[in-house]
């Protein structure tokens, strides 16, 4: 099993709820509410999404969040780069030297192809897939 992360879960969640806004601004506060998702752990959130150009911060009294780009522009790669990094099923796939065996492991050819197949997936979506289905 690869699990996902909570931070992957609940950062594609706020994105979603942001997406279905359709162009207007939602609080840290009103996702958190509606997703059921601590405060404290999605404002970490959003300010990484926000790092990463995907989410656009307005202050003053009617502020909040709302998407950087169009959601047909935001792939799920994205934004679980974004959030977690490269998607690693194992360590080596990123070097042979990190594998006790070396260029050795047979297996690694495996590992590689799952990555390769989970990529073109995440690719493959889009949060305006995931946010109209």
Not at 47 to 70: W, Y
Not at 75 to 104: E, F, N
Not at 114 to 133: A, Q, R
Request: charged share 25%; proline share 2%; aromatic share 6%.
């Amino acid at each position: 099993m690869f699990p996902v992360s909570s931070r992957s879960q609940y950062g594609i969640r706020a994105l979603v709820y942001l997406a279905r806004k359709q162009g207007h601004v939602a609080t840290a506060s009103e996702i958190s509410s509606r997703e059921g998702i601590s405060a404290k752990y999605l404002e970490g959130i959003l300010t990484t999404l926000s790092s990463a150009g995907l989410v656009l911060g307005e202050r003053g009294k009617n502020g909040g969040m709302r998407l950087a780009r169009d959601t047909s522009e935001i792939t799920m790669r994205d934004i679980v780069q974004a959030l977690d990094g490269q998607v690693r099923p194992v360590a080596c796939v990123d070097a042979a030297g990190d594998c006790s065996q070396g260029g050795a492991c047979l297996p690694r050819r495996f590992w590689l192809g799952l990555k390769s197949v989970i990529d073109e997936y995440l690719e493959s979506h889009t949060l305006k897939d995931v946010s109209e289905s």
